[in-house]
């Protein structure tokens, strides 16, 4: 069993920037990401990392403003978000697994195995 703890949110400002971070302890991820899920909408993926390769892949809604990194342990993942919008604001939730094949979108929930509690961040504008 992968265990995760993420942390880092925060209330900021529009066009202000957190950093989240994802410890994982157990076994070795292949992947981890960040999900984020506003109320009354679906969890969506928002980044995500292959370990130990380090490729990434970002949503539309994110990229070229967000970017999702990993230690050298290969079991901390961050996400730095940079120039954050209103409709940034979500509870945001570390999700890892620990498997290489894909039935679906990365970006679907489903996809993955183990997840975090989530920490809340907020952007006001």
């Known amino acids: 069993q992968v265990q995760l703890v993420d942390s880092g949110g925060g209330s900021v400002q529009a066009g202000g920037s957190l950093r989240l971070s994802c410890w994982a302890s157990?076994?070795?991820?292949?992947?981890m990401a960040w999900f984020r899920q506003a109320p009354g909408r679906e969890r969506e993926g928002v980044a995500r990392?292959?370990?130990?390769?380090?490729?990434?892949d970002y949503s539309d809604s994110v990229k070229g403003r967000f970017a999702i990194s990993q230690d050298n342990d290969y079991y901390t993942a961050s996400l730095q978000m940079n120039s954050l919008k209103p409709e940034d604001t979500a509870m945001y939730y570390c999700?890892?697994?620990?498997?290489?094949?894909?039935?679906?979108?990365?970006?679907?929930?489903?996809?993955?195995?183990?997840w975090g509690r989530g920490t809340q961040v907020t952007v006001s504008s």
């Open positions: 999700a890892a697994r620990v498997y290489t094949g894909w039935r679906g979108p990365w970006s679907n929930a489903d996809q993955w195995n183990y």
């Open positions: 157990g076994p070795r991820p292949t992947y």
């Open positions: 990392i292959a370990i130990p390769s380090g490729d990434t």
